[in-house]
Every structure is written in structure tokens, then in C-alpha cells.
């Protein structure tokens, strides 16, 4: 059971960015997927999720009306994509998933974690 999260990199402040966690092992449409960020010297904090089965999506309200969460069954992939990004976006995102959960809304032990990825904003 692994997760492997990709796509970031270096974007300029107002650009957008896709993240990928793929899943092996598993199949994350059975899943509840999560997307969390870590800056640097601060505490890893929840940035959304992706419900189990229903593709319901919620979102914290630093990233809302920003970010969007999808899921592409075919591919076992869930993406995050990030728009209107700001400076204070720059962090390590990592995605997490469990079966065994409807939503993923807080940083704890889930059934995988993904290595993370770097995302930095330059203003």
C-alpha cells in the first residue's frame, strides 16, 4: 500500500499548479483522500480532503475557492489543483489516504502516506 505524490515545483505568485497521489496497492476511489502542507518551521496543516466513494470535497479556508480536489478513477489518482497561488502556499504537500475513513481532516496515522512533493511561490 504506497502513495506516491508529484508535480511540484518552482511557480511565480498568481500561477497555478496540479499535484498527483497515486495509489498502488489499493484503490483510492474506495478511499477517503487527504491533502495536507508543511512550511517550513511550521506545524503540517490539513488543506482539504476528497471523500470515500461520493467525491464529496472540502477544503480549508486559507486555500477555498483556490484549490480544487478530483479524483480520476481510472488512473487511481486523486489531484490537487492549485490556482491563484501565493507566497504563503510555498510548502512540502503530501497527500494521505484511508479506507477505513469517510473524511481525512486531521493530521494522524492514516493507512498511507505519500513523501510529499515541494511547492514554492516566488512573490
Known amino acids: 500500500v504506497q502513495l506516491q505524490a508529484s508535480g511540484g515545483g518552482l511557480v511565480q505568485a498568481g500561477g497555478s499548479l496540479r499535484l498527483s497521489c497515486e495509489a498502488s496497492g489499493f484503490r483510492l476511489d474506495d478511499a477517503a483522500v487527504g491533502w495536507f502542507r508543511q512550511a517550513p518551521g511550521k506545524e503540517r496543516e490539513w488543506v482539504g480532503c476528497?471523500?470515500?466513494?461520493?467525491?464529496?470535497?472540502y477544503y480549508a479556508k486559507s486555500v477555498k475557492g483556490r484549490f480544487t480536489i478530483s479524483r480520476d478513477t481510472a488512473k487511481n489518482t486523486v489531484y490537487l489543483q492549485m490556482g491563484s497561488l501565493e507566497p504563503e502556499d510555498t510548502a512540502v504537500y503530501y497527500c494521505?489516504?484511508?479506507?477505513?475513513?469517510?473524511?481525512?481532516?486531521?493530521?494522524?496515522?492514516?493507512?498511507?502516506w505519500g513523501q510529499g512533493t515541494l511547492v514554492t511561490v516566488s512573490s
Open positions: 494521505a489516504a484511508d479506507e477505513s475513513y469517510y473524511t481525512i481532516v486531521e493530521v494522524k496515522e492514516y493507512q498511507s
Open positions: 476528497i471523500t470515500k466513494s461520493d467525491d464529496y470535497t
